[in-house]
């Protein structure tokens, strides 16, 4: 499974931002996907993540302001980032996995930067 992020970029604060997370198999539709991001310095936090079935789970700090989707007939995943802050800047990643237990396997997205200015 390989995964490819876009749409980061530069933008003010209180402006918006989609990412995209295009997968290279129907991955999203079996095993769901979430979103991290890891500022310089820091570890690599959840942001966001939807099961299979649709159900939503957001960080307390962007509750109410971005917005997880997938669009499963592309094989794509969705950030909606809106009213973004400076803390949020960060490097975004897609992730999602296969198998279960011991057989397991975590795929990443290579990264987008987020940068939110003042």
Do not use: H
Not at 35 to 56: C, E, F, H, K, M
Not at 61 to 71: K, W
């Amino acid at each position: 499974v390989q995964l490819v992020e876009s749409g980061g970029g530069l933008v003010q604060a209180g402006g918006s931002l989609r990412l995209s997370c295009a997968a290279s198999g129907s991955i999203f539709s079996t095993n769901g996907m979430a979103w991290y991001r890891q500022a310089p310095g820091r570890r690599r936090d959840l942001v966001a993540r939807i099961t299979s079935s649709g159900n939503t789970d957001y960080a307390d700090s962007v509750e109410g302001r971005f917005a997880i989707s997938t669009d499963n007939a592309k094989n794509t995943a969705y950030l909606q980032m809106n009213s973004l802050k400076p803390e949020d800047t960060a490097v975004y990643y897609c992730q999602t996995y296969d198998g279960w237990g011991p057989y397991r396997q975590d795929y990443w997205g290579q990264g987008t930067q987020v940068t939110v200015s003042s």
